[in-house]
């Protein structure tokens, strides 16, 4: 008994602490403990899990089957699978600098002191707190092809063959495109706006002093000093634009036929409507490395280009 | 002091265990539908089945009809406590049976001598390797129901019952008046696949099916048909406008806006009890399906089953066993009838109190009938993935995005390379 409390004593113990440190420390851990347990439990285990169903075939009632790496050559030769890699990448590429242009420049727009700028603030904030089913239910009627008001607008401006938007292979993902953008530029925004505000003001006056215009102050001070910022958005940008799938779920369907698949809802596809969960975890996988890759790479390339004070 | 104390609990458990073993001799099943709120004819069934066995109780588990096949699957893969479940579909019937879900009722059925010719051969139909997995309840036809007072309006010939299906675009073209949300359309057609396959089904008469895998060439008739119903006459309202707009049947029917819809009988009931509660004073018909001028026996109609199966981790199925004899017996379909649903079992007596049902069409009783029924997707291992696929290449056909050539070749070449996996 003595032993057991004498070793968990020592575990908190490192060679430059006393024992208030180490009582701290102990306390810390045990705090953490709750958190870790959950992540343990609900996270951490399922994916070692996910990681032995990518070898095997199984479809919840029947027993597993272990076929190695046949789930990974079978991937590469899946046109439905690089369908839906290639619709990803598009979204990604699309989503994230127009998320981030719009919303810095919302933010520098409402980042002066006049009247009506909360008010502003709190609409562009609004649908990003919205449910993304709500408004993906009324963006697919917003898009109606011949009775929605988006299409109606465009036949007054002198268009005459509106796009068919969610019922068109050509713009289902174009139209996927904007109603995300549309809803997420809000917190990106205030995200900015934090750091518009984190910027010192004498860099401005001494700008100024330096005879800067508008663009060149913008250019030169606003942009290099809203690096972290941006880096941070940019991260959070990227991951969750790989992980798609509620919009597509709801509007389309990954349709019409699959040209709004993405990687999400073809792995939701193939493990609950086929019941593959095998080939549906080597999916996943591959998503999970893409995603690692960019983000190490962007980790890497931080140096180069982020400024902290 | 201590003895008096010793000898009053065991008193007290003992009675306390008598009372909870009592109320426990009543079972409760736990049987999954779908739209149970708005179809009477479960309340008077169960109600029904209650009152002649007073020692089971049934709890419904409702389910929307969208997410049924869905919901369902999780539900059985996560082995929630569930006894009976309807089986909404065939490919959803194969899934079931290849994950083992179902109970096999051959033992049970050989036991109470159950006599499966009531269901005039459906059951055969659903025999899988031998063995019965489900009783039918229910059964579909799919026929053409039509709105009397746009035909008056527009001057037209009700749809006969020896219509073809040129004539049925003729006379879609022919009711079709006004624009724009004003537009009377002079058909809809749900956005399933089932609206386009049935016709390619009828054309073969059975000699190919659905799950055959290797040639779909027999869909093209229907696809043509509907192309040029939706884009050169513009009597039906196009598919992209339909999915966005998630249009149904069953409303666009009851708006009085649209002339026909090429559905199951199903809706029969739906109009009926949705006309009761005042949603709807459509004035409606209905014919037998409409057929091609080059059938051998035209009179042939489109059916699915509707089965009601035992899970196969129930706990409880004797009694499970007896609701769902009980939903396939002539009684149930008695109940049902009387509700303007169509059951499986066609007994003189049984169709008598189904056409006579309240607010059911006068002299439409040989609407129902044909002479050769056909399944709309037999039952057959690997039918999910054969039918998501045909979904994903019809949504493309109707769109006009692909031609109907190319995208019969796609669901050939996809089928091939899904079931070589």
Redesign the interface.
């Known amino acids: 008994m003595k032993s057991i409390k004498n070793f968990f004593n020592n575990i908190f113990k490192s060679s430059d602490s006393g024992a208030m440190v180490s009582k701290n420390r102990k306390t810390a851990y045990f705090f953490l403990l709750p958190n870790f347990i959950g992540f343990f439990i609900f996270t951490l285990i399922p994916v070692a899990i996910a990681f032995f169903l990518c070898f095997v075939r199984w ?4 027993p597993m089957r272990f076929v190695g790496l046949k789930n990974f050559t ?1 991937m590469f030769t ?2 439905t699978f690089l369908i839906a890699l290639k619709n990803t990448f598009f979204f990604t590429l699309v989503s994230v600098p127009s998320t981030m242009i719009i919303s810095l420049g919302l933010a520098i727009l409402l980042n002066k002191i006049i009247k009506g700028v909360k008010f502003l603030r709190t609409m562009y904030f609004i649908p990003y707190i919205t449910s993304m089913v709500a408004v993906a239910i009324v963006w ?2 917003l ?6 008001p988006i299409n109606n607008f465009l036949r007054n401006m002198g268009v005459n063959n509106p796009p ?6 050509d713009w289902s993902m174009i139209a996927i495109i904007i109603m995300s953008v549309w809803k997420q530029i809000g917190y990106y925004m205030v995200i900015y706006l934090a750091g518009l505000q984190g910027i010192p003001s004498h860099l401005y006056e001494a700008a100024t002093i330096d005879g800067a215009n508008s663009w060149q102050k913008f250019r030169y001070v606003t942009l290099p000093m809203l690096t972290p910022t941006t880096f941070f958005v940019s991260i959070m940008l990227l991951i969750g634009s790989f992980k798609v799938f509620t919009q597509v779920m709801v509007m389309t369907s ?5 040209s709004s698949n993405v990687l999400v809802y073809y792995i939701y ?1 193939q493990a ?4 593959r969960f095998g080939y549906a975890s080597a999916i996943a996988f591959v998503l999970f490395f893409i995603v690692l890759a960019i983000t190490i790479f962007q980790f890497k390339k931080e140096e180069k280009w982020v400024n902290y004070t | 002091m201590k003895k008096t104390f010793v000898f009053s609990s065991i008193f007290l458990v003992s009675i306390l265990l008598l009372a909870t073993l009592s109320v426990a001799a009543q079972t409760t099943i736990r049987v999954v539908l779908w739209d149970y709120e708005m179809s009477p004819e479960y309340h008077e069934l169960i109600n029904t089945f209650e009152e002649k066995n007073p020692d089971i109780d049934v709890e419904v588990v409702d389910v929307t009809s969208q997410d049924y096949g ?1 919901k369902l ?2 539900m059985l ?1 996560g082995g929630e406590d569930l006894d009976v479940f309807a089986v909404k579909d065939m490919p959803g019937y194969s ?1 079931f049976i ?4 179902l109970e096999p009722l051959n033992d049970y059925i050989e036991r109470d001598n159950l006599d499966t010719s009531i269901y005039s051969g459906l059951m055969e139909e659903i025999k899988i390797d031998g063995e019965y997995y489900a009783i039918p309840f229910r059964t579909d036809n799919w026929i053409l129901f039509y709105n009397k007072d746009i035909f008056d309006a527009a001057g037209v010939e009700y749809p006969t019952n020896d219509m073809t299906w040129p004539e049925f675009r003729e006379k879609a073209a022919a009711v079709t008046s006004g624009s724009g ?1 004003d537009k009377t359309y002079g058909a809809f057609i749900q956005p399933w696949m089932s609206l386009a396959t049935n016709l390619g089904v009828l054309k073969e008469e059975g000699a190919t099916t659905l799950a055959n895998g290797e040639d779909y060439d027999f869909l093209k008739p229907g696809y043509e048909l509907y192309l040029k119903m939706q884009y050169e006459d513009e009597s039906v309202m ?4 339909a ?4 249009a149904h049947y069953r409303t666009q029917f009851e708006s009085g806006k649209v002339g026909m819809v090429y559905i199951g009988t199903w809706n029969i009931g739906a109009l009926i009890s949705d006309k009761k509660a005042g949603r709807h004073d459509v004035n409606w018909g209905i014919a037998k399906s409409p057929h091609w001028a080059d059938m051998e026996e035209p009179d042939t109609a489109i059916s699915i089953v509707t089965p009601m199966a035992i899970n196969s981790n129930s706990d409880k199925k004797e009694e499970a066993w007896k609701f769902i004899k009980f939903a396939g017996s002539e009684e149930g379909a008695k109940i049902f009838a009387k509700h303007g649903v169509l059951p499986a079992v066609k007994t003189k007596d049984v169709l008598d109190v189904y056409t006579s049902a309240d607010g059911f069409p006068e002299n439409s009783a040989a609407a129902l009938e044909a002479k050769k029924l056909l399944l709309e997707f037999p039952p057959a291992p690997n039918a ?2 054969i039918s ?1 696929i045909i979904q ?2 019809h ?2 056909i109707m ?1 006009d ?2 031609s109907i050539d190319e995208g019969i070749d796609n669901i050939e070449r ?1 089928i091939d ?1 899904e079931l070589n ?1």
């Open positions: 479809d919840f009632s029947n079978y899946d046109q697919n009627m898009y109606s092809p011949s009775m929605g068919g938007w969610t019922a068109s292979t990954g349709g019409p036929g699959r596809n609950f409507v086929y019941n | 869905d699957t999780v893969s899934n290849s994950m083992n879900h949300s196009p598919y992209g406008e999915t966005t707009s998630s999910g993935v998501s994903e290449e949504e493309l769109l995005e692909v996809r390379m996996w």
